[in-house]
């Protein structure tokens, strides 16, 4: 299942360049000059460069908008635009134009009210967005809802958090390209929110695959260390005062150097980069004991990471033009739905394989030297099996539905380093093989001892909480399905 819906990701992926460069640009026509400006004005665009302001004022000038056009000429100019001549040129024939024309002024309204002017003309276009800023909404607050679900039901493994602490900074950044989007209200912060929660992005996903791995230790003293660019980006943006409009500001190097660093599109790439080639080289150390929905799940997570960095290159080529601009985030607000949706109907489906950790079995390593480190005692070891069993068989630990390795680990007062050590070497098993081993076992005890009994009730009573994860589990042990075993030993 895993497999299928990896492959769908990278088909739909592929569709989608068509689906969204269908709605291209059509050349600088009244609506491209609205809509550039719109970007200005909302600030779509970061910080406004020379180039910006003089490629508006051409579309302007083309568009016989002389009065926004010199407006825009003389703003490219105070920001030092280069071709000095070829600007004097403009704003020559721009005043001459205005002398001889005398609806300057209506043009001008026109220019101030460029929203109005886009509903007008583009009713439908206006319709379509908002579609699909209601369905970004509602996908944002289910992946808000998805990221609660793992802080709250799946807070025992410390990988959840991370996890959804990714989902949940991603379906903000959703939100936030819906205020920009919308026409209701105005949204003008100094420095998108989204911009500072990127830096949470990377770090998020690389804790998350790290701490899946039993064998591989997360301090908080990392992750805090890791988490610093953010913390830095995050105090910086309360210093610029986000909601303050900083035109008359006096320049401060820290600062514009903070708000440098936020904007980049190649930092980020960078940064993105870096934890990219964490993450692989977690999973080249590991692929070859991982299961199979394991390592194609990680793999969607490298996968997923590669195209955002593709995503960061593409926009820092092309970055100076705003109907580029535009689509981008567009089409990285659709990239944003489409993974949620997958983890989302992952997590009803297969749940293990995103909050579950990974207990590789070390099939072709042997155990002593994989643990020749460890300072468990031979002597402890006994203890600690001795104590597991006891839990397993007399108190039946297994038939908590969310069991976890380090939930079992702190009630027997032990760290989950040891006691996987211990079921490793003195059982030859993973946790999860031993937990399922007896809930299985508790299964056929129920179907036996029972008679009939509703799949659904023998999932729970038998320590499952889902009927995925029950079936293959069944099917594994005893070579049928649990609903033919019914039959079997009823029939017998």
């Keep these: 299942m895993l497999k299928f819906i990896f492959a769908f990701f990278i088909y739909v992926f592929s569709l989608l360049p068509l689906l969204v460069?269908?709605?291209?640009?059509?050349?600088?026509?009244?609506?491209?000059?609205?809509?550039?400006?719109?970007?200005?004005?909302?600030?779509?665009?970061?910080?406004?460069?020379?180039n910006d302001y003089f490629e508006l004022a051409i579309c302007m000038y083309e568009n016989e908008r002389f009065n926004a056009a010199y407006d825009f000429f003389i703003k490219a100019r105070?920001?030092?635009?280069?071709?000095?001549?070829?600007?004097e040129k403009y704003l020559i024939l721009c005043s001459i134009a205005m002398d001889d024309n005398e609806n300057s002024l209506d043009l001008n309204l026109q220019v101030q009210a460029p929203e109005k002017t886009l509903l007008a003309n583009n009713y439908k276009h206006t319709i379509q967005v908002h579609l699909l800023n209601l369905i970004f909404i509602i996908v944002a607050f289910t992946g808000i809802i998805t990221a609660l679900i793992l802080f709250k039901k799946y807070k025992n493994n410390k990988s959840n958090i991370f996890l959804g602490i990714f989902v949940m900074t991603i379906s903000f950044a959703l939100l936030e390209l819906v205020l920009f989007w919308q026409d209701f209200f105005e949204y003008s912060p100094t420095v998108a929110i989204y911009r500072v929660l990127f830096f949470l992005w990377a770090p998020s996903l690389y804790f998350y695959v790290k701490s899946k791995f039993i064998d591989l230790r997360v301090t908080n003293t990392t992750v805090i260390l890791h988490y610093i660019p953010f913390i830095i980006v995050l105090i910086s943006?309360?210093?610029?005062?986000?909601?303050?409009?900083?035109?008359?500001?006096?320049?401060?190097?820290?600062?514009?150097?903070?708000?440098?660093?936020?904007?980049?599109?190649?930092?980020?790439?960078?940064?993105?980069?870096?934890?990219?080639?964490l993450i692989f080289n977690i999973f080249k150390y590991h692929k070859t004991v991982m299961q199979k929905n394991s390592k194609n799940w990680i793999k969607t997570l490298m996968v997923f990471?590669?195209?955002?960095?593709?995503?960061?290159?593409?926009?820092?080529?092309?970055?100076h033009i705003y109907a580029f601009d535009y689509i981008s985030k567009y089409f990285i607000a659709v990239y944003f739905i489409l993974f949620i949706s997958i983890l989302a109907i992952l997590l009803l489906i297969q749940p293990e394989v995103i909050t579950e950790l990974i207990t590789a079995t070390y099939a072709d390593q042997p155990t002593k030297d994989k643990y020749k480190n460890s300072g468990l005692t031979t002597t402890m070891s006994h203890q600690l099996k001795s104590q597991l069993e006891d839990l397993l068989e007399k108190d039946k630990i297994y038939l908590d539905n969310t069991l976890t390795l380090a939930k079992l680990a702190k009630n027997m007062n032990v760290d989950r380093y040891s006691l996987s050590q211990v079921i490793n070497q003195e059982l030859n098993k993973n946790f999860y093989e031993l937990i399922n081993d007896y809930r299985i076992k508790e299964a056929v005890?129920?179907?036996?001892?029972?008679?009939?009994?509703?799949?659904?009730?023998?999932?729970?009573?038998?320590?499952?909480?889902?009927?995925?994860?029950?079936?293959k589990a069944f099917k594994k042990r005893l070579d049928m399905t649990p609903k033919d075993y019914m039959a079997k030993t009823w029939n017998s």
């Design 21 to 50: 460069f269908s709605q291209g640009h059509n050349g600088n026509t009244n609506e491209d000059c609205n809509l550039m400006l719109s970007s200005l004005e909302k600030k779509e665009i970061k910080n406004g460069t020379a």
């Design 445 to 471: 005890s129920i179907i036996e001892s029972k008679g009939e009994i509703q799949v659904v009730d023998l999932i729970y009573e038998s320590g499952f909480n889902n009927k995925v994860s029950f079936y």
């Design 305 to 319: 990471m590669l195209i955002l960095i593709l995503f960061l290159v593409t926009r820092a080529g092309f970055e």
């Design 78 to 87: 105070s920001l030092n635009f280069t071709d000095k001549e070829e600007l």
């Design 237 to 277: 943006l309360v210093i610029l005062g986000n909601f303050n409009v900083r035109t008359h500001a006096p320049e401060n190097a820290f600062l514009d150097s903070i708000s440098f660093i936020i904007n980049d599109n190649w930092i980020k790439t960078v940064h993105l980069l870096i934890y990219l080639i």
